[in-house]
Nanobody, 118 residues
Framework: QVQLVESGGGSVQAGASLRLSCAVS?????MGWFRQAPGKEREFVAG?????VYADSVKGRFTISRDNAKNTVYLQMNMLKPEDTAVYYC?????????????????WGQGTQVTVSS
């Protein structure tokens, strides 16, 4: 059974940075970060396997990375904007292809809140 535990959320001012972490139990190759703002659908933010993929809205500001020795995936978020406010979820799936759809991921964390004020 794969378990994902996110941490690192918080409340910051616009322009600040935060780093989210996702601790993974079990070996999973494709990892993704999604987010869900109030009243909106959950959306893809970034994914990593042998390469990385980003949503257009976060390109150049967010960086996804992984530390295989620590079984942890990170999302470094810089130049945060109020529109980045959401609950951020870590997700995992077997295989190699990074998917941008929620249904492509088999395992999910509980989410961590990120709030960006102007």
């Amino acid at each position: 059974q794969v378990q994902l535990v996110e941490s690192g959320g918080g409340s910051v001012q616009a322009g600040a940075s935060l780093r989210l972490s996702c601790a993974v139990s079990g070996r999973i190759y494709v990892m993704g970060w999604f987010r869900q703002a109030p009243g909106k659908e959950r959306e893809f933010v970034a994914g990593i396997s042998r390469s990385t993929v980003y949503a257009d809205s976060v390109k150049g500001r967010f960086t996804i990375s992984r530390d295989n020795a620590k079984n942890t995936v990170y999302l470094q978020m810089n130049m945060l904007k109020p529109e980045d406010t959401a609950v951020y979820y870590c997700a995992a799936r077997p295989g190699l292809r990074i998917g941008a759809g929620m249904r492509e991921y088999d395992y999910w964390g509980q989410g961590t809140q990120v709030t960006v004020s102007s």
